[in-house]
Structures are given as C-alpha cells and as structure tokens.
C-alpha cells in the first residue's frame, strides 16, 4: 500500500488548509487512518485518527475543535481539515494506516504499517 498525502502550504496564523492522503491499493479497508506531525527538532506526534468502517474519531488535545478527519472510501482517501492554525502547527504532516488490529486506540507510531511521505504546514504568525 502506498500513501500519498498532499495540501500543505504556509498559511497565516487563524488560516485553514486541507491535508489529503489517498492509498493506491485496489482493495483497501485498514482498521484506522491517521495523521501524526513532526515539527522542527521535535519527534513526530499524533494528531488524529478515523476508524475507517464505523468512523469514529480521535484528537490531540491540541487540534481539538480546530482539526476534523474525514474519509472517503470510494475515493480511498483521508482528509485532515485544519481551521484556526496556529504557528505552533507548523510541521510535516504525515498519514498512516493501521490494517492490522492491534488495540481499540492506536495512537503510537508503530501502530500504524504504512505512510505517506509528510506535507509540509507553515503557520506564520
């Protein structure tokens, strides 16, 4: 499987951008899909994730009420709406898919077997 993210930019401080990350595989049904986000000097960090069949969905502390994951199956693409940037957002963003379960809250990197490569975000203040 192979993950293509798109839709980074720089942006303004209270801007909004859109990440899309679309799988190339045929046949794809992975357990959970997320989005995690290494910034400058620091380790990658999880930002949210959608459990692909029932939908539900999971937050940062710090992207909740800003950021919303969605998916599209048909178009086997995962989407990342980010509303009120700050400059503390400023990463690369990266997808990833989790198609072997491994607990009801994956939230860890190892979690996930495939990525996409990041999409830079450049909030300025």
């Known amino acids: 499987v192979q993950l293509q993210a798109s839709g980074g930019g720089l942006v303004q401080a209270g801007g909004s951008l859109r990440l899309s990350c679309a799988a190339s595989a045929r046949t794809f049904r992975p357990y959970f899909m997320a989005w995690f986000r290494q910034a400058p000097g620091k380790e990658r960090e999880f930002v949210a994730h959608?459990?692909?069949?029932?939908?539900?969905?999971y937050y940062a502390d710090s992207v909740k009420g800003r950021f919303t994951i969605t998916r599209d199956s048909a178009k086997r693409t995962v989407f990342l709406q980010m509303n009120s940037l700050k400059p503390e957002d400023t990463a690369d963003y990266y997808c990833?898919?989790?198609?072997?379960?491994?607990?009801?809250?994956?939230?860890?990197?190892?979690?996930?077997?495939?990525w996409g490569q990041g999409t830079q975000v450049t909030v300025s203040s």
């Open positions: 990833a898919a989790d198609v072997v379960y491994t607990r009801a809250l994956p939230l860890a990197e190892q979690e996930y077997e495939f």
């Open positions: 959608i459990q692909w069949s029932l939908l539900s969905t």
